[in-house]
């Protein structure tokens, strides 16, 4: 009796400890609950407990959207497969709730990824996309040259060209349109991420080719989330090519996409109905990185972003292994899956 009424009163203390101080609620937050709603969770927090494949619940600031109900796990609790990322992130477009993370708040270099970034402060400045420019020899030489020095292009096509094919001269060129310096150009760039939300991240050129360009997984899945709210680029980096007239030869040129997963060869993407859009990035100091939004078969979508996969294979393997995982092993409200 002296143990089961001890028992008892230790239960009422812990179950007590909420009103009486903050640690009851630290200690409850940080207890394993299987299989309990990521809904649930959230109900007063800003973030979401989840478990990932090599850790238990744990908790992360990301913001969930209060205005849509997050999907509930009804299989595995964790992704079972090794990947070779180094930080890795699957959300839920729609409510923001993190459904896999591996060191999401790593800073690394993230490679053309980059080029998401420069984009969107373009977009900001509102250009002529009409307007032609020649491609000069200092806007470089490193990477695809789709448009070579000489060419004639529009900066409407220069945006393209720089985001299927990762362009980096085509990226340069298209910055310099701006009338803005390359260092004027850059404030603007971290002044955009700073407005997005991007806490961690840090911009020292337009490309990705410096290894100072650096961000995390869950600032790398806010910028997709807002680069893809912009309809021209979420056009753009869902094509799996782009043609274009160089105007002062009049003779066409090809930009091929470097998301494979945009094609229905290769990999497999059982789960996934579609690729909504997906930016590729690569120096050897930021590894293979890849971010993408998918969409599954009942118009739910998802974030993925692997940083620092082994090689050019692994991160398209990875992303999509772990989009078909998310899709298969949790169950979103049919009211808040997109166009649902």
Request: with cysteine; hydrophobic share 45%.
């Amino acid at each position: 009796m002296y143990f089961q009424a001890l028992a008892l009163f230790i239960a009422s203390f812990v179950l007590a400890l909420p009103w009486w101080t903050g640690y009851g609620r630290n200690f409850l937050a940080r207890t394993p609950v299987v299989n309990l709603s990521v809904a649930a969770i959230q109900k007063n927090r800003v973030g979401v407990e989840q478990k990932s494949a090599s850790q238990g619940f744990v908790y992360t600031n990301f913001p969930v959207s209060p205005e849509r109900e997050t999907p509930h796990l009804v299989g595995p609790s964790s992704f079972q497969k090794e990947i070779t990322a180094q930080s890795a992130l699957v959300i839920d477009s729609a409510s923001n709730a993190v459904l896999f993370k591996k060191n999401i708040d790593e800073v690394r270099p993230i490679g053309s990824i980059t080029k998401l970034i420069t984009a969107l402060t373009v977009i900001d400045l509102k250009p002529n996309w009409n307007e032609l420019v020649t491609i000069e020899s200092k806007d470089g030489t490193q990477g695809p040259l789709v448009v070579q020095t000489g060419d004639v292009v529009s900066i409407g096509d220069l945006l393209r060209v720089g985001l299927v094919a990762s362009s980096n001269n085509a990226i340069s060129a298209l910055t310099r349109s701006t009338g803005l310096t390359r260092e004027d150009f850059v404030v603007r760039m971290n002044e955009k991420a700073a407005a997005l939300g991007l806490s961690a991240s840090h911009f020292v050129e337009p490309t990705g080719l410096d290894k100072e360009n650096k961000s995390t997984a869950s600032d790398v899945a806010r910028l997709v989330s807002a680069a893809f709210a912009e309809e021209e680029i979420r056009r753009i980096t869902s094509m799996t090519s782009y043609k274009f007239r160089v105007r002062n030869t009049n003779k066409m040129r090809v930009a091929r996409s470097t998301d494979l997963l945009l094609s229905t060869s290769g990999f497999a993407r059982t789960a996934i109905a579609r690729v909504v859009g997906g930016k590729t990035g690569f120096i050897d100091e930021a590894g293979y990185c890849f971010a993408m939004e998918a969409e599954g078969t009942k118009k739910q979508r998802l974030i993925v972003v692997v940083l620092g996969s082994h090689d050019h294979w692994s991160r398209f393997a990875e992303a999509a292994d772990l989009a078909a995982w998310a899709f298969k092993n949790f169950e979103w409200p049919s009211k808040t899956a997109l166009g649902g």
